[in-house]
């Protein structure tokens, strides 16, 4: 069955460094999705992309966060730099777009958990 | 303000017994809501979508009702199961521009105990 891919699983880092996350959709997924889950609470969208295009970034930190989907399959999000309040899981979702229709199922990658010193 | 609204206690239940979950949501209009199954360190997984002009969705043992009046969905696990323990998320799916939005409940702790 195919799955999102993430890479990190785990990043521990110290406060102003540079890091960056890597998230490989499902094949022909058009729509990909970064969330951030702060422990004890739900995800929280941080950036959408229908193919390489930003649909949906209003709740990214754009001071620090970056996100790119050059090709339109894989995405690197990056923060630099980081700050303590950055520490949380990292998700990266995909789904069909518009050819799933309004209902589009979000397929959940194992996310990467950051930790910032 | 907007709020979506999970029990934030653990929901401890005895296996083979009924687990009845609630998802509270205010000052939305969503286009149809979704439950997720999350395990610690895991990502969340999909079970259930639910439209708003549906009443009820059931898959297996698992129900979902939705009840745009009162703004809640309940999720119901019948015959539950030890594996069955894990953290359950509700989600709101708002249409903006042509696409979908999913907002996040917090999230229920559900264990079940043999």
């Known amino acids: 069955e195919a799955e999102v891919a993430q890479s990190p699983r785990y990043k521990i880092t110290e406060k102003s460094q540079a890091v960056a996350f890597w998230c490989d959709p499902i094949s022909g997924h058009a729509t990909l999705y970064w969330y951030r889950q702060i422990l004890g609470q739900g995800p929280e969208l941080l950036v959408q992309f229908q193919d390489e295009s930003v649909v949906d970034d209003s709740q990214l930190p754009k001071d620090r966060f970056s996100a790119e989907r050059l090709k339109g399959v894989d995405s690197t999000l990056k923060i630099q730099p980081a700050e303590l309040g950055d520490s949380a899981m990292y998700l990266c979702a995909s789904s069909l777009g518009v050819a799933g229709g309004p209902t589009d199922t979000q397929y959940f990658g194992p996310g990467t958990r950051l930790t910032v010193l | ?114």
């Open chain 2, 1 to 114: 303000s907007q709020k979506i609204e999970q029990n934030s206690e653990a929901l401890n239940i005895q296996e083979g017994k009924t687990a009845t979950l609630t998802c509270n949501y205010t000052n939305y209009s969503p286009a149809y809501l979704q439950w997720y199954r999350q395990d610690p360190g895991r990502g969340p997984v999909f079970l259930l979508l639910i439209r708003e002009n549906e009443k009820e969705k059931r898959k297996e043992r698992l129900k979902v009702t939705f009840d745009t009046t009162l703004k809640q969905s309940l999720f119901h696990i019948t015959a539950s199961q030890p594996a069955d323990s894990a953290t359950y998320l509700c989600a709101l799916a708002l249409l903006r521009g042509g696409y979908n939005k999913l907002i996040f409940g917090a999230g229920t702790r559900l264990a079940v105990h043999p």
